[in-house]
């Protein structure tokens, strides 16, 4: 099994819905992240948690919200999905910040 | 200057031919560094850690210039296996907190047979 997993794989949406991407850990990392992924860009901090009462806002928060359930699970909300939020998601952990270890992403399109 | 540039190619070459590719970095601060592997829609994925002037892992060898500030990776006798884009990776050294790192846009290798 894979130690870091993400539902939905992929998902399509409308303008204006209510939107939670998951995301769960296995490796017992305290740290997690958020990013997001456009073609041609690199990678985008949207949010990170170091523990569960433990989070913080990234370079690109605006529109994104995050709860951090446990050590394992950490979920990234969009609470009104707009179309320039279409892009590629990524979760990540780490055990000290540098070496991160991926999810294997979930694609959002907003129409 | 932003905070890593990588030339983002896309470097087209033949099978067993050697190839470099260039990071540069802003923080002089930074004291350790990483280069990811991403192939087409998939996770990044950890392919070497650079902490000192360099490392060697087979085929692969990264090389940090901290006077210059720029980290190269390089591959020798390149394989179709190897086309992929390759991320530099830089830890955000702040006051409080070294747990951020800043990702390069990226740098895409294609292998030709």
């Known amino acids: 099994d894979a130690d870091v997993t993400q539902t939905p794989r992929n998902r399509i949406t409308k303008t204006g819905k209510r939107i939670m991407l998951e995301c769960s850990q296995t490796?017992?990392?305290?740290?997690m992240y958020w990013y997001r992924q456009d073609p041609g860009l690199g990678l985008q901090l949207i949010y990170y948690s170091f523990d569960v009462k433990d989070i913080n806002k990234g370079e690109i928060s605006d529109g994104y919200s995050v709860s951090r359930q446990a050590q394992a699970k950490f979920s990234l909300s969009l609470e009104s999905a707009i179309p320039n939020q279409t892009a590629l998601y990524f979760c990540?952990?780490?055990?000290?910040?540098?070496?991160?270890?991926f999810g294997p992403g979930t694609r959002l399109t907003v129409t | 200057r932003k905070e890593v540039e990588q030339d983002p190619g896309p470097f087209n070459v033949p099978e067993g031919a050697t190839v470099a590719f260039n990071c540069t970095y802003s923080n002089s601060a930074s004291q350790s560094f990483f280069w990811y592997r991403q192939d087409c829609r998939k996770e990044p994925k950890l392919l070497m850690s650079?902490?000192?002037s360099g490392n060697e892992d087979g085929r692969f060898t990264a090389q940090l210039n901290r006077a210059s500030q720029y980290i190269s990776l390089l591959i020798r006798d390149s394989k179709l296996s190897d086309s992929a884009t390759y991320l530099c990776?830089?830890?955000?050294?702040?006051?409080?907190?070294?747990?951020?790192?800043?990702f390069g846009p990226g740098t895409s290798l294609s292998v030709i047979p």
């Open positions: 650079v902490y000192s």
């Open positions: 990540a952990t780490s055990a000290d910040g540098y070496e991160q270890y």
């Open positions: 990776v830089v830890p955000e050294v702040e006051k409080t907190s070294y747990d951020k790192v800043i």
């Open positions: 490796k017992g990392h305290d740290r």
